[in-house]
């Protein structure tokens, strides 16, 4: 199976920076796009930044030109540099991927979400 392990959150105040990780590991064969989300507290989950495999990137209106994200394909792992935080960044950050794994000799694809880390902005 494979599991997204998130870590880099915590408190800052605002107008600082964070840099979150999340790494994958498993029985991967490929890890095809890797996204960023984020739920704040009585709001549902958005889409913050995307990176496809070949390292296009997407970004929400919301975090361009303060977000950057990446990966390292060798590490299995996809960044999120996050710069001049405002409180409104305050949220849950999710990682998810699309992996593609073995299993019993057999290639499957799947989507998987890692377990969240607490990003909290001060004004």
């Known amino acids: 199976q494979v599991q997204l392990v998130e870590s880099g959150g915590g408190l800052v105040q605002a107008g600082g920076s964070l840099r979150l990780s999340c790494a994958a590991s498993?029985?991967?064969?490929?890890?095809?796009?890797m996204d960023w989300y984020r739920q704040a507290p009585g709001k549902q989950r958005e889409l913050v930044a995307a990176?496809?495999?070949?390292?296009?990137?997407n970004y929400a209106d919301s975090v361009k030109g303060r977000f950057t994200i990446s990966r390292d394909n060798a590490k299995n792992t996809v960044y999120l540099q996050i710069n001049s935080l405002k409180p409104e960044d305050t949220a849950v950050y999710y990682c998810?991927?699309?992996?593609?794994?073995?299993?019993?000799?057999?290639?499957?694809?799947?989507?998987?979400w890692g377990q969240g880390t607490q990003v909290t902005v001060a004004s």
């Open positions: 498993g029985s991967i064969f490929k890890i095809n796009g």
């Open positions: 990176i496809s495999s070949a390292g296009s990137t």
């Open positions: 998810n991927a699309e992996v593609s794994y073995y299993r019993s000799m057999r290639l499957y694809t799947g989507d998987y």
